[in-house]
């Protein structure tokens, strides 16, 4: 049976493989519905609510400007419906930091939050590896 922390890794992982094939039907059905939503892309001001959050996945992810990503170094935090995961996303010639916050809804971890935003150096400037304890 797998852990909390899997299932909201799996979770996370389903965001990133939508991001990667620019299949914003996919997107739409990993966020949440009828729950306050957020979301802030790098560089942009806040999005708030499910219609703005999902006109701007199929405007990044239909207009062919979406870039390659990849995500790596994800840690989950679980506490009851709720849980938030930190990754890096690579998208090539930069690296971000983003934070996925999660609700468990009908079963099934949903999207309530992404935020990304620029690293201040590479990765290769850092420590390869942190713990949940690096973080208090």
Not at 10 to 16: G, I, K, R, T
Not at 51 to 58: G, H, L, P
Not at 71 to 98: K, N, P, Q
């Amino acid at each position: 049976m797998p852990s909390v922390e899997s299932e909201v890794l799996a979770a996370n992982d389903a965001f990133y493989a939508a991001f990667a094939e620019r299949d914003a039907e996919a997107m739409a059905r990993l966020w949440a519905e009828d729950v306050p939503l957020a979301c802030i892309h790098p560089g942009w001001d806040v999005l708030v609510g499910r219609e703005e959050i999902m006109d701007s996945w199929r405007a990044i992810l239909g207009g062919g400007a979406a870039p390659p990503i990849r995500h790596s170094r994800a840690t989950a935090y679980v506490h009851g419906e709720t849980a938030f995961v930190i990754c890096v996303e690579d998208l090539g010639d930069s690296e971000l930091i983003a934070t996925n916050t999660f609700v468990r809804q009908g079963g099934a971890w949903k999207v309530v939050h992404h935020q990304a935003g620029p690293l201040a150096r590479r990765r290769d400037a850092r420590p390869a590896t942190r713990s949940k304890q690096d973080l208090n």
